[in-house]
């Protein structure tokens, strides 16, 4: 017998280095898994959106793609928040689903995506399931193309489940390999360089994207040169500068009039690798204030389209970096002062201490103290944002991960992929996953990830018993009496143990530090539910 298409398949992927597969099986996926390779890797999550939220985590930390394989429509669908995100967060995955058998599709019948190509739009780059079963090996060539052609994200195969068994007809798909990074237009960077240049007083504005291209050094090298003030992009979902640099001023605020506001006084400024701008609530004003002209640099031509503001150009953020460098002269150095909750776009709030609880300020100062230095840190608790930063500056890259898109559930998975790659890269940094207690619920399967994987992640659970952050919305969109806010009754250290977690609690400051040394001890993951203070934030 010849060759079927799932040998001819699996031949590329290992051609393509994808011989790890993040997956959730069904029935209608179990052709694909048959007889499963010996030199491939299965990394089991107990529901879909775990399961691309760990492969995101992973694809991020080794800068390579990543194969996601979930169940046909319904699995699709439970994917979707984290398809999402994987998308905002420009990361190269190809996620795959069966479909029912050829022979019945057209009646439609049961577990079968009737619109394969529709149903994870607009999220995904390119979307397919092939005409023919001889075309499977080759949509998985264009596939791995498209995810990782700029700007990255993923991508979605449909294949119906009896096109695995089809003999392989015609040629193999080739291997290629794709570039990752499109260069400036020389006369546009020259132009942008000159403006900088010519500026009074310029500011530049680093998103995400630096970080993804491994660009820290190269942002320095241009904010050193120009001596000019940095600002984080708002709501990086990538720490894109060093925070304890002299020249770095902290976050952007997330909405309009306060935005615009921050920036008074520069008569030029630049935004280089993320969106103009990111916001969220809506606060009315200017979208930049008298005087400022905006320059954007973006990978992403659609992101460049749909900004309000600014005069776009389409390149690679740490190539523009690299080449307005070489293009513009030296300059003195600005005094800056540093806002004390760096990226995050909001401060604390203000503490009450009604009773013995800690507060978030000194939770994170404690664990900023007790982990080591080079811990790798994934944050999705929302109203704890100000605190955090204020006390966890971000000094080394590729050590901060977050979610760009906003939608709880990505996180607490995708530390498993992080920690997957620190293990399988040999640099076996810790990773520490500081997750809400509301925010844990959506995607809480992912600890038995971490738990079959002995991946010795910390997850620290903040416990405020209340939805903190809508708090915060429901003030300023002067919405009172709004129902749901509070989430009294979580068992949070029952939870990590029912999922072969060890689960601890600590109420202060010692106790916090003797627990993570033991868990810095530890073969596995660690859930640490630590009560905390209940305060509402400001948003701004």
Known sequence: MGQTIRDV??????????TTIFGNPGSTEETFLKNYPADFRYIQALQEASAVAIADGYAQATRRPALVNVHTAAGVANAMSNIMTASMNQTPLIITAGNQTREMLLMEPWLMNVQPEDLPKPWVKWSYEPVRAADVPAAFMRAYAAALQPPAGPVFLSIPLDDWEQPAAGSNPVARTVATRVGPDPVRIAEF???????????????????????WDQAVTLAEKLGVHVYAAP????????????????????????????????????????????????????????????????EDPAQAARAPVGDSLVSDAVLATEALTEL???????????????MAP???????????????????????DAMPEDTVVVE?????LGDFHAAWPIVKPDSFYTFASGSLG??????????????????????????????????????????????????????????AILKSFADLEDSPGVPGLDVPGLDVVALAKGYGCTGERAE??????????????RPGPTVLEVPIEAKVPPLL
């Open 410 to 467: 990505w996180n607490l998975p995708a530390a498993v992929g992080l920690a997957l790659a620190e293990r399988d890269s040999g640099r076996n940094r810790p990773v520490m996953a500081m997750i809400g207690d509301g925010s844990m619920q959506y995607a809480v399967q992912g600890l038995h990830s971490a738990a079959q994987e002995q991946l010795p992640i910390i997850y620290v659970i903040p416990c405020n018993g209340e939805y």
């Open 9 to 18: 398949t699996f031949q590329l992927m290992r051609d393509l280095n994808l």
């Open 235 to 298: 709501a990086s979902e990538r720490p894109p500068f060093p925070e304890d640099h002299p020249l770095y001023v902290g976050g952007l605020p997330f909405a309009i009039g306060p935005l615009s506001k921050k920036l008074t006084g520069h008569d030029v400024a630049i935004v280089i690798g993320a969106p103009v701008f990111r916001y969220y609530p809506y606060v009315a004003g200017d979208y930049l204030p008298d005087g400022l002209r905006l320059l954007h640099v973006t």
């Open 508 to 521: 202060t400051a010692e106790e916090v530090r003797a627990a993570v040394a033991r868990a810095l001890g």
């Open 328 to 342: 513009i002269p030296g300059r003195p150095h600005r005094k800056v002062v540093m806002q004390p909750h760096r």
């Open 346 to 368: 909001h401060g604390p709030g203000v503490s009450v201490r009604e009773d013995s609880r800690m507060g978030a300020d000194e939770l994170f100062a404690t664990l900023y």
């Open 193 to 215: 360089a000159q403006a900088l240049s010519d500026a009074k007083d310029p500011a530049l504005i680093f998103g995400a994207s630096i970080a993804r291209g491994d660009g």
């Open 380 to 384: 999705e608790s929302p109203s704890n």
